[in-house]
């Protein structure tokens, strides 16, 4: 680290450790909105963690610290990427610091503990970045919201859609072994072979693979014409550089998941991801105007294209405000803040278009099919390739119908047999 | 030395612990009331620690692993077979002791380096099957439970539940590391080729002495389950058995009492460190480093040699 970078994050780090600190700003009055705010700022997800509060504290600077015209002050804690802790945090926000509300979490698995923590007490728990199935579907929790975010099966099924469109018949699928890997892989294969495809193979590896040969050799010799790869942080480093190595870029079409191609994941990468596919709700490199001003604030204030993590927080700080505006601010009551966040259609939002909750508390996006590509600053970025307008959770199902089936696993993967 | 076997300033400050404990949960937050809560729980955890690294000289790292074996037989007993909490925390016990009683026959032929590196081993299997046996445990997601009833709902009541079991715990503890078994123990801490001479089954003691921390663990995981109504594999990994260790030690090995003295200096620690600053963790290895270097025997030890050197 430079003497430069190690003075900004000292810098960046100082300005978090105020707002984490809760008895600076405690005593300001009836008036203020407390916000708990918990990320992974320790663990192995701390970088993204550190991404998540950036992008929500970009959001709440560029409105001067205000939401619903009433002062804001967020309570930032580290959930330590373990759900014990991520619990323990959450009481502390609720018991002792009197929050009005939760948002954040990165890891299912802490978000999933909140959840069951928030649902005794009824406390509004927003997840952006939490992509769990079940805490939208089949379990739902009435307080619990995914503002911003989205499902773990969402994405890959346009993406499934788009494959068939370009003829391929034939696929396998790579995945960390967990479940927000396993729904990724569900939504495609489900998808892909609905739509008359078929799925030659699937591999489970566990988290932190550092040698990917065995599964490359295997997916090499399948002969399939498309392979669909779900990895997150440095897994999906290394995965994009070995299937480089392998000699398989070029052979068979790489598509993913958002994460893989995440700006997180690909900012520190070279020639090795540029072309592989995935579908998601936003590209940085998308031509919209809105979008263009939102990186271009990003890049300005922190110096690096926004993450899926800093932009999911700052569209959901932004939901919270529209949804306070429209109840005066006045979030100390549950019932009307949670219907005024259900109701609220994101106008203003990076994507450049409304986004909507629907009756599951999950959003319904256009998705872009996009491709990493070199921008004109010689930097790697999702730019868009084709367009899927007001995709759901749940696809072209009926919702009813869709939840009879059993939770995506390793086991399911709603393969159609043919 | 009073008859019971112990000072009278150490019964004075057992008696005066336990009443603050008592009483100090009337007083304070409720969020503070939770915390206390752990702090007992995580107090039996370290004295069943204690039992294994102080009185019979063997450093085990996987009783955190067992602890959690407890957590999610309990959890997994009231979510997914939708039993009642109390039958699932007995099952929680039972699991917990069966596996203890498996992992002692292993491990009581080791000592030393040896012994801490078959018990990191062991309770690595446990973590291993948790995270991987996805349909029954969960997988990373863990299960979320449904163990606390609704009368035990607020943090207060509970409280008082947990308090008087760790008290009945505490007592049942004390009286076996004081009993001849326990003094026992403590020959084969200081030499168990001695005490294999002097006719002493130092196997068949080990072995007990594993499976008797091994329910006390296990009871420690089942108040667990029910004061966080979720498990997930942290709850069984290596961090938690290290967590119990670091616990034990800082409190003092081979004081028993210590134990709740280390339980919460760090669970407070790192409560009251970590609302300032988010680089606690280097802030705790400090803390550590300075308790070892300055009182090698622990909290309390060091209390003990203190007061010995005055008198003396």
Known sequence: ?418 | MSEIGIPRLGLAAILFGALAFAIVPLFVPTYQVSILTEVLIYAVLAMSVDILAGYAGRTPLCLGAIFGVSTYVTVYWTSTMAGSPYVGMMLGICAATLVAMVFALLAIRTTGVYFILLTLALGMIIWGICLRWTSVTGGENGLRGNVRPVELAAHLPFYYVVFAAVVVITFAMWRFVRSPFGLTLRGIRDSDSRMRSLGYNVSLHMFIAFTVAGIFAGVAGALYAMFNDFVSPSTVALTQSVEGLLMAITGGAGTLFGSFIGALAIIGLENAVSLYTERWQTVMGVAFILIMIFAPEGILGGIRTLLARKRG
């Open chain 1, 1 to 418: 680290m430079d003497r430069r970078t190690f003075l900004k994050t000292g810098v960046a780090l100082a300005a978090v450790g105020t707002v984490a600190s809760p008895y600076v700003a405690r005593a300001q009055g009836t008036g203020t909105i407390k916000i708990g705010l918990m990320a992974p700022l320790t663990g192995v997800v701390a970088a993204g963690g550190r991404e998540m509060v950036d992008g929500f504290q970009m959001y709440m600077d560029e409105k001067g610290g205000m939401m619903g015209g009433r002062k804001v002050e967020v309570i930032v804690e580290d959930d330590g990427a373990n759900p014990d802790m991520a619990l323990q945090k959450a009481r502390r926000l609720v018991e002792q610091s009197g929050v009005n509300m939760l948002i954040g979490n990165l890891l299912a698995n802490t978000g999933l503990a909140v959840a069951n923590y928030v649902k005794g007490n009824g406390m509004p728990y927003f997840i952006p970045i939490i992509a769990a199935d079940e805490l939208t579907q089949r379990n739902r929790i009435k307080n619990v919201v995914r503002v911003a975010g989205y499902t773990g099966s969402q994405f890959p099924r346009p993406l499934a859609d788009w494959c068939l469109k370009q003829g391929y018949k034939k696929a396998a699928t790579i995945s960390q072994d967990y479940t927000f890997g396993q729904e990724q892989c569900g939504g495609f294969c489900q998808t892909f072979t609905e739509g008359g495809g078929s799925i030659a193979g699937q591999f489970w590896h566990p988290l932190n693979t550092s040698d990917f040969s065995p599964y490359l050799g295997q997916l090499a010799n399948l002969g399939v014409d498309v392979i669909f790869a779900m990895e997150t942080g440095a897994d999906a480093t290394r995965f994009m550089q070995q299937y480089a190595n392998f000699g398989l870029k070029g052979q068979i079409p790489l598509v993913g998941a958002m994460n893989m191609t995440d700006q997180s994941v690909i900012r520190t990468m070279g020639p090795e991801a540029e072309g592989v596919i995935v579908a998601a709700h936003f590209a940085e490199g998308s031509p919209a105007p809105v979008t263009k001003s939102f990186v271009e604030a990003h890049m300005k204030k922190y110096n690096k294209y926004p993450s899926l993590y800093g932009f999911s927080m700052y569209s959901g700080a932004m939901w919270l405000d529209e949804a306070a505006k429209t109840i005066n601010g006045n979030v100390e009551d549950r019932d009307a803040f949670l219907a005024a966040v259900s109701k609220t259609q994101l106008t203003g939002s990076p994507l450049g278009q409304t986004v909507k909750l629907d009756d599951y508390g999950n959003p319904i996006y256009d998705v872009h099919i996009r491709k990493v590509v070199k921008n004109a600053d010689g930097k790697l970025w999702n730019a868009p390739i084709a367009n899927y307008p007001n995709v759901s959770q749940f696809w072209t199902y009926n919702p009813t119908t869709y939840m009879e089936q059993p939770p995506y696993s390793r086991t399911f993967q709603g393969i159609k047999k043919s």
